[in-house]
């Protein structure tokens, strides 16, 4: 539970998430992830920017209502692109059996 | 943030609401001024000047709270009055727990803790600040009056009641608006 500052990145504290793309795929307002988690609606504009850490228990919280693991959310380190991973450089035209 | 729009402004950007909290104890401190100022031209009897310098904090009290009261969410004095059990907040007896409608999420009480933590240190500093002012004032003159003493302490006063919200209106980044949302909090 921290407000991250323009130092997190150099101090490794910066925690990256995806609440925004999740959201947006799922057609959610803020509003309405807001009043599902039962936290304020500003709350989730500061998640989605950065500007705000969760705590593990909103972390998990946020996690449960997209049915998702922790860690598909939440990252330590920026994540690459969902277009990208889904159809990694390499892979494209088929998935392996 | 209680409002991102007030009086018609948006709250929403930090540079805005710095200007407020600017405009707000600049007016303070002139009250204050004008006031000491008054009182060297016609000194008043010490209970009077205690009796005007109680006005002064009613009045200011009046300002912050409106100006700042108004757009701070659960961070005002004395106790949120939109809750539906607000005395639970000053219970001795037990921890409070932030679980009722209208309680802040854990953002709002990291801001509203960081806030006063920082008020507590600026009051702190200012306290210590106080002695070296009054030791040197009594040296100088062998007495330090109780108007003089008054006006000193009574800034703490002010800042006990309004710099919270004043510190979380300074310090809070741009709160993040999309189209279409409110400009209340619920």
């Not at chain 1, 309405?32 to 500007?51: C, H, K, P, S, W």
């Not at chain 2, 000053?90 to 309680?103: A, F, L, N, Q």
């Not at chain 2, 803790?113 to 507590?120: D, I, T, V």
Request: positive net charge; charged residues 20%; hydrophobic residues 45%.
């Amino acid at each position: 539970m921290n407000y991250s500052s323009k130092n997190d990145a150099r101090n490794g504290d910066e925690l990256y998430n995806r609440i925004t793309v999740l959201r947006a795929e799922r057609g959610l307002s803020r509003q309405a992830l807001a009043d599902a988690l039962g936290i304020n609606y500003q709350t989730v504009g500061y998640l989605e920017r950065g500007d705000y850490n969760p705590s593990l228990e909103l972390a998990f919280r946020i996690s449960e209502f997209f049915h998702l693991p922790v860690e598909a959310i939440f990252s330590r380190t920026p994540f690459k692109p969902l277009s990208e991973q889904v159809y990694g450089s390499g892979e494209r035209g088929g998935t392996k059996e | 943030m209680q409002r991102t729009k007030y009086l018609g402004i948006s709250m929403a950007e930090r540079s805005h609401r710095r200007a407020l909290v600017a405009c707000v104890y600049i007016f303070l401190a002139a009250i204050l001024v004008s006031a000491g100022l008054l009182h060297k031209r016609n000194p008043l009897p010490g209970r009077n000047f205690l009796g005007v310098n109680l006005v002064f904090g009613i009045v200011y009290c009046g300002i912050s709270r409106v100006a700042f009261g108004a757009l701070v969410r659960q961070a005002t004095f004395p106790l949120p009055v939109d809750n539906p059990d607000p005395w639970k907040y000053i219970s001795i007896k037990k921890p409070v727990r932030y679980t009722g409608p209208g309680d802040p999420d854990e953002r709002e009480l990291a801001v509203r803790n960081r806030a006063y933590y920082l008020a507590f240190r600026i009051m702190a500093i200012y306290s210590l600040a106080l002695w070296p002012v009054l030791l040197i004032m009594e040296m100088n003159t062998h007495a330090v009056s109780v108007n003089l003493a008054a006006t000193l302490v009574f800034p703490l006063i002010v800042m006990a009641l309004t710099l919270p919200q004043a510190v979380v209106l300074w310090t809070e980044a741009d709160v993040p608006v999309e189209n279409g949302e409110p400009a209340v909090a619920r």
